[in-house]
């Protein structure tokens, strides 16, 4: 029997959650694992009390904290400074945990020796709770995959309580996308472990802050162009070029919606673009490659002067 059995703190961070919070919380009581302890923070929900009155209802089987309105970002971080385990996670009141989640995440730390961010797959369910999709990580390298396919859902990871102290909390000026602006600090100074496993249902519904927070997109746009010049060729899969990783990022941002991030990729791109060209670094089938790529690129007017100038530069090689 593994000595490894640390405390893992399960934090539920709620704003008028009455709809789903119970399905929530009996998820984290299902726990595999025992070594647990739940914390419910109530975010100033406005619904007559009805969310304090599922969370009091369990009585000690979890730790209520109610607080003045302030945001994900806020709730989360009085949850981890209340929190006693040594490994956070996050729990959100209208997703579940599958029984194993903490119990499988534990075993794998353990192989790590205790010091990795573990996150795992996870479904999408609809407001009734039926399945309506699996979202599994492709990529290697972990910053690649949050820029190229958003695969790091909050409520499937398992973290250091200590990182935190180390790099600080989530950002409060950030009302939906604190998460991702996290991964990608986590992801500067500490390993990241994939397991292919689905351990989460998230659930999809209409009132999800990115659907319902007007300024969704703003704070994609800037989390995006803040984190590009962030990366390295180390970051890339052995079949990338910086030029070819910015001009599929440009594509992706532009389908996204986020055109400001779209715009600055494609600059980007185009710099490295023309270095690799001058430099001669490319070979004409890697440049073939990257012809083909910009041929089937989505289909915008940035994308399309992007193909325009590179087309130009291509023909002096034949």
């Keep these: 029997m593994s000595s490894f059995s640390p405390l893992v703190s399960i934090i539920i961070p709620v704003y008028n959650g009455s709809d789903y919070l119970r399905e929530a919380i009996d998820s984290a009581l299902a726990q595999s694992y025992g070594n647990i302890e739940i914390l419910v923070v109530n975010d100033g929900s406005r619904d007559e009390g009805k969310t304090e009155a599922i969370a009091i209802s369990y009585g000690d ?6 607080k003045q309105n302030g945001g994900v970002a806020s709730a989360l971080n009085l949850g981890i400074r209340e929190m006693t385990g040594e490994y956070f996670t996050w729990l959100s009141h209208d997703d579940l945990y599958y029984p194993a989640k903490t119990e499988e995440q534990v075993r794998l730390l353990e192989e790590a020796g205790g ?11 609809d407001p009734s709770g039926n399945y309506l999709g699996t979202k599994m990580a492709k990529s290697s390298g972990v910053k690649y995959s949050l820029i190229m396919e958003g695969t790091i859902n909050g409520c499937t990871v398992m973290i250091p309580r200590r990182y935190f102290d180390e790099i600080g909390l989530f950002d409060l000026a950030l009302r939906t996308t604190q998460d991702f602006d996290m991964w990608f600090r986590l992801a500067e100074h500490y390993p990241f472990l994939h397991q292919a496993k689905v351990l989460v249902k998230s659930r999809v519904h209409p009132n999800q802050g990115s ?5 969704h997109i703003e704070e994609q746009n800037d989390l995006y162009v803040r984190t590009l010049g962030t990366f390295e060729e180390k970051d890339l899969p052995d079949t990338d070029t910086m030029a070819s990783f910015y001009l599929k ?13 779209a715009d600055h990729s494609a600059s980007m791109f185009w710099s490295a673009f023309q ?5 001669k670094r490319l070979s004409h089938l890697a440049l ?8 089937t690129a989505y289909r915008s ?14 023909t002096s090689f034949n």
């Design 61 to 66: 089987k979890i730790r209520y904290i109610p």
């Design 115 to 125: 010091d990795a961010v573990v996150y795992s797959d996870y479904e999408y369910i």
């Design 211 to 215: 659907l319902t927070i007007p300024t």
């Design 249 to 261: 990022a440009a594509i992706r941002f532009v389908s996204m919606g986020c055109n400001q991030a």
């Design 275 to 279: 270095r690799d060209c001058i430099g």
């Design 288 to 295: 073939f490659a990257v012809y083909r790529l910009l041929r």
């Design 301 to 314: 007017t940035r994308v399309k002067k992007i193909i325009k100038r590179a087309n130009k530069i291509l």
